[in-house]
Structure formats: structure tokens, C-alpha cells
């Protein structure tokens, strides 16, 4: 046997495997004994049959057939052994089989085609140790702990009458009403309704509707001119004007509890209110680092992907597609949809094109930045992969350990290859003052990349 390699396109490697004749013969005698040890020819005890018999039973194209997938089987697992292909999936013949079988003689040599998908060739980026970013900055709002409280407060508020006065925003209003078009008199499909609750904010309904409830007394019925908008749910009320008759029937007024340690205890386990406001300002100055570095992130990734050229073997992204899709499948069911029609047989080859290409954009992201770490020898720690396994065990024990060290592993590293492009690059931080670039937020400077 003799076996040429060569690269093909896709990360794959071919080869080409010659059987010299006295291999082809060896094997279809093989064969033919073999069947006749085993076939059942009436009349015959198995193993008994005639020779001539058993060719002319089974028949002679059926024999060579079964020759030539021996042959090709028993010498592609000599050649894989022979070259050693750091192989990521199964070999599969290059050459259609019915091709290979017109060609092939008992006697003769035989040659046939084989590939198989490896590990792509990552060439990444010049300068990809000197990158220029810019990504947009995420400073911290201070309003965001008065909303949030200002949300609990409304969430514990209580409703207590308001007959004594008008309406105004912040109340709760139930009324009956119903709706005309302008311009034909026409009643507004779904326009109407009895004993509705409403509150009373400038956000709800259509624009104009609650300021025109504002005012209003108890039992008092009033026309109230809207105009849809343009871009309206219902394209044949887009635009139009409205006359709504509303009568105010109830009215209620919402008490917000005191803003003090009581309302932070009930609400949280904090003892007082300035606590609470600690916290929450703790983490929402955590969110808006986090979404920062989420920025500068994508920034860097998106850097190194430009210019970096790998080609992807189907292998890997069939394995991606279907951890995609399985990602997918599993939240739906955590999320109580129905799985069963979404993932029915004929939408399951809809679903996984809609996955290529997102699975092919993080074997490249995922591709450049373990190339990264391997050239600049970058590994994680073992002292901070067991701190992280722990405390992923220690929350949820019925993890599988082995799995939780895989997702660690790859977390750890992937954030000290992104902090190592960080500490490397130069970065411009765009914030809400800065002006606009005329480039994307994330485009590499060749020219500072190359003087570096």
C-alpha cells in the first residue's frame, strides 16, 4: 500500500491510498471464503456450498462489492495509522463508491481517495499585540438606586378613594368608554369598554387620551380628541383621529409607604435604608463596569477577527450548530415552551441553517483567541481554577465536577487572553461628550498597529 497526503480546502487533509494487486486478490479470496462459511444456499449445509454455487447464489456483483468495501476499509485504517492525521472526525471517501467499483479488478491495484477534517491554521492579524480599540464607555448613574426604590415603593404601594377631587396623574382610574373614527363616525373595533382600570400615566394608552382624563370629576362624562399614531398596531387606524366618550366612574389614589429602615427591612435583608442604598449602588456601579468591559471586549475580539484568516472544518461547526441548538431546546423547556412542535423533524434542518452562522463566528472568535494564548504561552492558574470550581460547586452541588472544571477553565482563560490584548493595546474610551467617530467604534488603526 502506498499513501500520499496533501491539504484540501476547509481543514481537511486528503489522501490517497494505492493497493497494489496482490492485496485486492487477497482480500476478495478472503471474502469469498468467508461467505461461503456463512451463506445459506438451499440445499446445502452452511460451509458446504460449492464454490461456483455460492458466486452464482449470492451473485458475482453483490461479492464485489462486499470485496471492495473490505479493501477500502481494511487499507484506510492502515493509512490512518501509517500518517498519523490529527483527525477531528471521520474519514470519508472522496471518490463515489459506484466510480470505485467499475474500477475495481480482483488482481489489480486499485487506487482511492479519502479526507478527513483537522484543527484549522489560524494565521492571525499583524499587530495583533498592538492593537488600537475604541469602545463605548458605561459610566454609572446615580438616579438608577432612587428609581429602583422608587419601583419597590410603587410595588408596596396602597389604593385608597379620591372622591373629593379631580383626577391626575399617578391615579387609578376606572372608567367606561368608547370610540369613534372622525372621519366616517365609524365605532373603533376593540375601542370600548365597561368598568376599565386604568393608571393614569402619560406613557399609557394612546398619546393624549390620559391628559384628557386629567381633571375630570367622579360620574363626569367626557369627548376626548386623540389622533393614532402614524405607526399604530392596526395599519387601518395609523394616522387617524379619534373622539373618545369617557365617564369617569372610580378613583383612587395611590399611598406610597415611607421611604425609611422599615421599608428597607421589609423589602430586603438590610436593617436600614442607607444600607440598602449601599448595596444598590454597589451593584449597579458592578453592572455598568461589567457592561463597559463587555464593550471593550467585543471591541477586541471583533480587532483580532479583522485580518485574521482560518478556514472552518464542517466537523466543528456541526458540533457548534448542535450545541446551539441544544442551548436553545433546553431553555425553551426551562421556559415551558412547547418543544415538540418548534423541534418537530421537518423544522430541526430549519433550525440548525439558522444556526451556521452564529456558530461559525464563535469557532472563529473562540480559534484566534486560543492561538493568542498559545503564542504568548498564556495559561490559567491552578489556585484560581480551584477557588472558581468551588464556588460554582458550593452553590449548585449537583453539578458534574468534570464539566464545571471544563467551563471554568475556558472562562478563566478566555478573560486573561482578553486582559492580556487589553493591557497591549491602546484604547480610546467613547463616552456620551465624546464626538462621533467617523470610523467604527471598533476599527483597528493599521498604521498605529504596524508602528508599534
Known amino acids: ?4 497526503q496533501e491539504k484540501r480546502p476547509n481543514s481537511q487533509i486528503g489522501l ?3 493497493v497494489d494487486e496482490a492485496s485486492t486478490k487477497l482480500v476478495y479470496d478472503k471474502m469469498v471464503q468467508k461467505l461461503m462459511r456463512t451463506a445459506r444456499i438451499p440445499g446445502f449445509r452452511p460451509g458446504k456450498a460449492p464454490r461456483p454455487i455460492v458466486l452464482q447464489y449470492l451473485g458475482k456483483d453483490y461479492i464485489k462489492a462486499e470485496a471492495l468495501k473490505e479493501v477500502i476499509q481494511r487499507n484506510l485504517e492502515q493509512a490512518q495509522s501509517q500518517v498519523k492525521v490529527p483527525a477531528i472526525g471521520e474519514y470519508a471517501l472522496t471518490d463515489p463508491f459506484d466510480a470505485l467499483y467499475s474500477q475495481f479488478e480482483p488482481g489489480k491495484s486499485l487506487t482511492f481517495q479519502a479526507a478527513v477534517d483537522v484543527e484549522p491554521e489560524v494565521t492571525l492579524r499583524e499587530g495583533y499585540e498592538s492593537l488600537s480599540i475604541k469602545y463605548a464607555e458605561v459610566p454609572y448613574d446615580p438616579t438608577r438606586v432612587d428609581k429602583a426604590l422608587a419601583d419597590h415603593r410603587k410595588r408596596k404601594a396602597t389604593s385608597i378613594p379620591a372622591a373629593d377631587r379631580p383626577a391626575q396623574i399617578g391615579d387609578i382610574a376606572v372608567m367606561d368608554f368608547s370610540g369613534k373614527t372622525v372621519d366616517d363616525n365609524a365605532e373603533i373595533p376593540g375601542g370600548s369598554a365597561m368598568d376599565f ?5 402619560e406613557s399609557q394608552f394612546i398619546p393624549g387620551f390620559v391628559l384628557g382624563i386629567v381633571g375630570m370629576s367622579l360620574e363626569e362624562t367626557k369627548e376626548i380628541s ?5 405607526q399604530y398596531a392596526q395599519e387601518d387606524l395609523q394616522g387617524r383621529e379619534a373622539v373618545f366618550t ?3 366612574k372610580e378613583l383612587k389614589e395611590q399611598q406610597l409607604p415611607d421611604l425609611d429602615d422599615a421599608f428597607a427591612k421589609e423589602i430586603s435583608e438590610f436593617e436600614t435604608l442607607d444600607a440598602l442604598k449601599a448595596e444598590l449602588e454597589m451593584r449597579y456601579r458592578e453592572e455598568a463596569e461589567a457592561e463597559a468591559q463587555g464593550n ?3 471591541a477586541i475580539v ?3 477577527l479583522e485580518g485574521t484568516t482560518l478556514e472552518l472544518p464542517a466537523t466543528l461547526v456541526d458540533r457548534e450548530v448542535e450545541f446551539l441548538a441544544n442551548q436553545t431546546f433546553q431553555d425553551f423547556q426551562r421556559r415551558g415552551i412547547d418543544t415538540n412542535i418548534l423541534f418537530s423533524e421537518e423544522n430541526i434542518p430549519k433550525i440548525r441553517a439558522q444556526f451556521q452562522e452564529e456558530a461559525a463566528k464563535r469557532l472563529k472568535r473562540t480559534l484566534a483567541l486560543a492561538e493568542v494564548a498559545r503564542r504568548e504561552k498564556l495559561t490559567v492558574e491552578q489556585a484560581a481554577l480551584d477557588v472558581r470550581v468551588e464556588e460554582l460547586l458550593s452553590a449548585s452541588p449537583d453539578l458534574d465536577r468534570r464539566a464545571v472544571i471544563e467551563f471554568v477553565q475556558n472562562e478563566l482563560l478566555t478573560q486573561k487572553i482578553l486582559d492580556w490584548l ?3 493595546s491602546t484604547i480610546e474610551l467613547i463616552t456620551e461628550s465624546s464626538p462621533i467617530p467617523s470610523t467604527d467604534a471598533n476599527e483597528v488603526n493599521d498604521e498605529s498597529s504596524s508602528d508599534k
Open 246 to 248: 369617557v365617564t369617569l
Open 226 to 230: 386623540v389622533r393614532f399614531p402614524d
Open 296 to 298: 471593550r471586549d467585543i
Open 197 to 201: 382600570q386604568i393608571e393614569l400615566q
Open 302 to 304: 471583533d480587532a483580532i
Open 1 to 4: 500500500m502506498k499513501v500520499t
Open 422 to 424: 487589553a493591557e497591549h
Open 16 to 18: 490517497s491510498i494505492e
